[in-house]
Each structure stands twice: as structure tokens, then as C-alpha cells.
């Protein structure tokens, strides 16, 4: 596996935002994985599991402790005609290509969409009205033993599970689980044309991301949760509350769409929670609703 030391964790997010990190694992396997993690509790270490960085933000200091992250495990593989496999660590990028080239359909919607499975996995990511537990057949995780301490491999199919996956929410988060790879559901379509018909699908999901303003600068993607229940999106809140286009610092609360912070250049994870508390705290003010923020803020 390759370690690198003081590595600047600005290069490993979509923020572009982060001091260094002690110590920064690429392992190759998760046998590898497992290694690193019980060094670091033997030599009482913190550390953190990363994949690709599309969600957190790292403090300016940088992390105390070991990063581990997760993008040499991507392996994806069709095991049945309906069914593929994908690594945490492997692309939501290469997985949906994946589905492109062997012309499998159920991914389109995640075309454009940043970060690792293993990510989309812990936070259920959702694109254009879809969530990805909608493609899940069956998930794979490490759990760690309370006898022992060692690592026991673990699955459960979605249908026996899937009281536990929301709007944002899986079975994952605020746990100790160590995500593997998921089984996805999809569709195999028939000839040439129903291919050329999933490519054009994925390029006009990338090419809405760009008409929004997606890939303008660097962000986290929604900073805040939507309350379906409220009525209104979090970013028509906080426009209403007139802080579209606020700037704080090198980050600003963007001018395309209010649930996006973007660094203009030289934004710190300081200016970015200023923004969140400052969005929060206006829309409280305003509204009588508390936003609850999705992107995730790791400290030193």
C-alpha cells in the first residue's frame, strides 16, 4: 500500500479545502484496510475513512491522525445479467460508465455525480428526483467483532433492510460499519440504439449539473438537507433569506443556487462554517426552520 506523510488534504476533496493529514493510506485490499486500522488503535491514533472527499470538509490545521482512503478498492463487476457489484471506493463516475458500455440501464441519474459508492452508500445520495437505495439488491460491510475486535465480513440484502434507508439516510451513518461494495440493481437493454439511448440520458443529467452551475467552482454539491415536510427547498430559504451570493472570506454562498457554498480560490473550512452557521442561523431567524447540513466537517 502507499503512505504518504504531512499530505494536503485540499488535493483529496471536491472543496479543494483542508490542511495536511499525519499520515494518508491508499491501501490495495481490505485485509490492507483492516491493517491500518488496528495499527492506529494500537499506537492510539485517530483516524478517518475517506473516499472521494465530495461531502467533508477538512479542518485548516488538517487531521491529527491517519486518513485512510478508500480509492484503490474499486473494483466493479457484472455477476449476473441484472446485477453488478461495485468496490467503495470505485467512482460513481466509473460505475455509471461501467453501466454505459455494457449497456445496462439504472444509473443514468447519477451521470456528473462526484464522490465514491462507498459514499453514495453512507449518505443514500440522491440525483434528480432518484436515491441510490432504489438500485440496491444486496449491501457488504465490515463490522468489528465486540468479543474480539476483528473485522467479521457481513451482508444484507435491501428487502430485509430496507426500513432503514430514507431521504439521506442509510444504515451506515453514526455507526462503526466499514462499507465493502454494494449490489445494484439493473436493467440490460437489448440492442445498439437502447445504448446509444443510455449514453444520451447520462450526457443530458451531466449537461443539467453544468447548466446549474455545478462544476463552476469547487464545492461540496447541497450543503443542507431538504424537509419535504416544510414545503420549500433549503436553497429557496436561504434566497428568500437573501444570502445568495453572500461571501465570507474565499467562500461564498453561491450565486446560481442557494444550497451551494463554492470556494472562490482561497476559502478555508473557516469561511465555510461561517457561511453554514451564518445560512442557519438567518433562515431560524426568518423562517422558524432549522436547516440540518448534509456535508460532513471533520476537525483536527
Given amino acids: 500500500m502507499s503512505i504518504s506523510l ?6 483529496h476533496t471536491t472543496f479543494q479545502i483542508g490542511g495536511p493529514a499525519d499520515e494518508f493510506y491508499e491501501p490495495e485490499t481490505f485485509a490492507e484496510l483492516i491493517e491500518i486500522i488496528h495499527q492506529c ?5 485517530k483516524f478517518f475513512l475517506l473516499g472521494g472527499g465530495s461531502n467533508v470538509v477538512f479542518a485548516d490545521a488538517g487531521f491529527r491522525g491517519s486518513v485512510i482512503c478508500t480509492k484503490k478498492l474499486n473494483k466493479i463487476k457484472l455477476i449476473e445479467d441484472n446485477l453488478v457489484i461495485a468496490e467503495a471506493g470505485a467512482t460513481m463516475k466509473e460505475l455509471v460508465d461501467f453501466c454505459t458500455e455494457n449497456g445496462l440501464s439504472g444509473f443514468e441519474e447519477f451521470a456528473g455525480l462526484p464522490g465514491t459508492v462507498g459514499g453514495a452508500l453512507y449518505m443514500n445520495a440522491r440525483c434528480f428526483e432518484k436515491s441510490i437505495s432504489e438500485n440496491i439488491y ?7 467483532s465486540e468479543e474480539d475486535g476483528e473485522f ?7 428487502e430485509d433492510d430496507e426500513k432503514n434507508w430514507g431521504y439521506k439516510i442509510s444504515p451506515f451513518q453514526n455507526t462503526g460499519k466499514i462499507i465493502k461494495s454494494g449490489t445494484f440493481k439493473v436493467k440490460p437493454v437489448e440492442n ?22 455545478h462544476f463552476k467552482y469547487p464545492s461540496a454539491g447541497s450543503v443542507f ?10 436553497g429557496k430559504l436561504i434566497d428568500e433569506a ?30 465555510v462554517k461561517g457561511l453554514v452557521r451564518l445560512a442557519i442561523e438567518t433562515v431560524k431567524e426568518r423562517f422558524g426552520f432549522v436547516l440540518e447540513p448534509e456535508i460532513i466537517f471533520i476537525e483536527e
Avoid at 438537507?225 to 433549503?234: A, I, L, Q, T, V
Wanted: charged letters at 35%; proline letters at 2%; aromatic letters at 10%.
Fill in 6 to 11: 504531512k499530505e494536503p488534504l485540499k488535493n
Fill in 41 to 45: 488503535r494500537s499506537q492510539e491514533k
Fill in 138 to 144: 444486496e449491501t457488504h460491510w465490515l463490522e468489528e
Fill in 152 to 158: 467479521k465480513n457481513r451482508d444484507i440484502l435491501f
Fill in 192 to 213: 445498439e440504439d437502447f445504448k446509444d439511448a443510455i449514453r444520451s440520458k447520462c450526457a443530458g443529467y451531466i449537461k443539467g449539473r453544468e447548466e446549474r452551475g
Fill in 225 to 234: 438537507k431538504n424537509n419535504h415536510d416544510f414545503g420549500k427547498p433549503s
Fill in 242 to 271: 437573501g444570502l445568495r451570493g453572500y461571501t465570507l472570506g474565499g467562500a461564498q454562498i453561491a450565486e446560481f443556487h442557494g444550497n451551494f457554498i463554492v470556494n472562490l480560490g482561497d476559502g478555508t473550512a473557516e469561511d
